[in-house]
Structure formats: C-alpha cells, structure tokens
C-alpha cells in the first residue's frame, strides 16, 4: 500500500512530504506493518490504537524507542492529546522527551 507524510519544516519554512509503500507483517486484520521510505529498508509501525473513523492513531515501532500520535488533521484537541498521553503512559512509554509540533501557525501556507 501507498504511505504519505506530510509536515511543515521549520528549517525549511516549507512543506515536505516522503511517499514510501507498506506491507503488513502478519494477516491483514492485525496492524503491524513495515513501511519503507528508503529503498529496500523497512520500519515496524505498529498501530495500537486507532479511532473508530480512521482520524488518528498511536503509533509505535517494535522496541517502543519511537511513539507517533498521527492524525489527519493539523491540530488535535487537549482531550486526544490527554487520551493519547494516558494510553501511552499506560503502556510503558516514558514521555519525557515527547516532542510536540504546534502546526498552528503553518495551516495558512
């Protein structure tokens, strides 16, 4: 399947977008995929918790050294970013150097 990420570089003051391809690791009813946006090398991302109209995900790889909170839209409310932070917490991740992007100021570009 067809990956697109898009974000707002700062560095750049632009938007950047990667496009890779995925394949699920297991049946395709269990979300763990490997994704590749680099040639032959691929990346775990396991979904471990996605909502019911497919806006947002928690995202982590096999090791639990990378934590994502996804979703389709530039902001997210106080409350998903509390749920995404308890859920996590829950699981083990430290969230101490979670780093969280305010795209607010890039949604006119």
């Known amino acids: 399947m067809r990956v697109a990420n898009r974000g707002w570089s700062i560095?750049?003051?632009?938007?950047?977008?990667a496009e890779g391809r995925a394949r699920f690791e297991q049946d395709p009813g269990t979300a763990h995929l490997a994704v590749s946006f680099f040639g032959p090398f691929y990346g775990s991302y396991v979904v471990f918790e996605l909502d019911p109209g497919y806006q947002q995900a928690?995202?982590?790889?096999?090791?639990?050294?990378?934590?994502?909170?996804?979703?389709?839209?530039?902001?997210v409310s106080e409350a998903d970013m509390a749920?995404?932070?308890?859920?996590?917490?829950?699981?083990?991740?430290?969230?101490d150097g979670l780093i969280r992007v305010d795209q607010r100021r890039n949604l006119a570009r």
């Open 11 to 17: 560095e750049d003051q632009a938007w950047q977008q």
């Open 58 to 75: 928690f995202v982590t790889g096999n090791d639990r050294d990378t934590l994502w909170f996804l979703a389709r839209t530039p902001t």
């Open 83 to 95: 749920r995404f932070a308890s859920r996590a917490e829950a699981l083990g991740f430290d969230l």
